[in-house]
């Protein structure tokens, strides 16, 4: 019977088990896929351009090669941060199933066992739950909902459609690296300024300017996607008017959405925020409205790596507490 079972192990489950194990609870992290896999996720070669403290797990123990990150180095040190901590996570185990089988009682399956927990802590991401289009075509092969590298794409009529951070950086590396790159892009997403309404910030934006000035990236203000067809997507513009464009891959990069099924099922209410559907939890405990189920991360409103690694801090040190309360009733 765990004290405490972390289902993900990107930042913020690192942060939780790292907490964890200080404060001696007897945790387990169940990850999906890789370690820091969300990161995995990101394109070759980027520079994370958040800042160095806002990415460690511990004050003074990222050393980047230059001023900020890489993917690369970002990998290396969450995973690095794991096997020398000897934090137990067992990666490439899927969760299935969450049930509540009473007070404080919690059974998690997943595709290599089952588990007993008192807690339950959701700390998975959202990439891997991309929002998609709904257009006819968007099943073709050359549709991605991921963004990983560029060179497959040199001297390809290459689409990006999106308005934040990941579609421009996207369209960014495609057009650097030689692709016939097209950002397609809302224009109130392009002309926005203000970083808080998730528009492209200004060190992507203004390499994007100067791709744009070199004619080597183009920008379509779009009223909506009609079609994708092989070699071709059919486009409304804004005005209107119907385009064809060529076309021999495409981008769909629109954000993503946690996947609640698991939380829902549990019961845990939900509601809208400015991201989607998120949980309905608790400010300072970050418990929801089920006893003994938490969330952090994509599950929050606390998104960004840093809030994703500074509300476990918050958290645990909660759960702990409440089994020091019960030793002493």
Known sequence: MFDLIIIGAGPAGISAAFEAQKLNLNYLVLEKNLIGNTIYQYPVGLTVFSTVNE?????????????KP?????L???TRFVLENNLDIQWEEAVTKVEKSGAN????????????????????GAMQYPRHLGVKGEDLPKVHHLFTETYPYVKKNAMVVGGGNSAGEAALFLAA?????????FRKDWEETDPKQGCIKHWVKEPLEQQLEKNCLDVFFLGSVLEIKEKEIVLEEESGEIVVLPNDVLFILIGSDADLTMLENLGVETK????????VYDKETFETNVAGVYVVGHFTEERHIVGAIEMPKRIIPQIAAKFEKAKSV
């Not at 890489?70 to 970002?74: A, I, K, N, Q």
């Not at 690296?177 to 892009?185: D, K, S």
């Open 177 to 185: 690296e030689g692709a016939l790159a097209t950002l397609a892009t």
């Open 105 to 124: 009682h919690f059974v998690i399956s997943s595709v290599k066992g089952e588990y007993e927990a008192a807690n339950v802590l959701f700390a998975f």
């Open 272 to 279: 809208d925020s400015k991201y989607g559907e998120v949980p």
């Open 55 to 67: 990415l460690e797990l511990q004050p003074n123990t990222l050393f980047p090669a230059r001023e």
């Open 76 to 78: 290396s040190y969450y």
């Open 70 to 74: 890489t993917r690369e180095e970002l």
